[in-house]
Structure formats: structure tokens, C-alpha cells
């Protein structure tokens, strides 16, 4: 939900659009921890599966943001 120049939304239907988009980054970051943190528990292993699940998340979140980033950069250049 990137803004556009020719985006006539309204401001509030634009700031949810950047709350989703934030939302989003936000839990692709912090689930696979929280599942490597459970699976540590069921497997019996101390924080492996805790680490596994930070750096995943971490790669996908960074690279959701960095396209996100992107992306409103070209429609920035735009207009």
C-alpha cells in the first residue's frame, strides 16, 4: 500500500495503508522467533531453533522493508 502521486484516498485511508504495511513488517520479524521459541520447548533444545527463527525473520522483514523502501522512493521520483 504504497502512496502514489495520483493516490486520491483520503489521509486516514493512507496512514492505514502505512499501518498495514508496518503491521506486516512488524510480525514477519517477530513470528519466527516466537515459533523457534515453541519449537525449542517441544524439541527440548535450548535456543537454536530461537536463533534460526530471529535471523529468518530478520532477513524477511529487512527485505520487505527495503522493497517497501524502494518502491516509495520511484513513486517519490515520480511526481
Do not use: C
Not at 503491521?23 to 524439541?43: Q, R, Y
Amino acid at each position: 500500500m504504497v502512496s502514489n502521486p495520483t493516490d486520491d484516498r483520503s489521509a486516514i485511508a493512507r496512514a492505514y495503508g502505512w499501518a498495514a504495511q508496518i503491521t506486516t513488517i512488524s510480525l514477519e520479524m517477530v513470528l519466527p522467533a516466537l515459533g523457534g521459541v515453541w519449537l525449542d520447548g517441544k524439541l527440548g533444545t535450548k535456543f537454536l531453533f530461537l536463533l534460526l527463527g530471529a535471523v529468518l525473520g530478520f532477513a524477511v522483514g529487512f527485505w520487505h522493508l527495503l522493497k517497501l523502501t524502494i518502491n516509495t522512493s520511484k513513486n517519490a521520483q515520480d511526481k
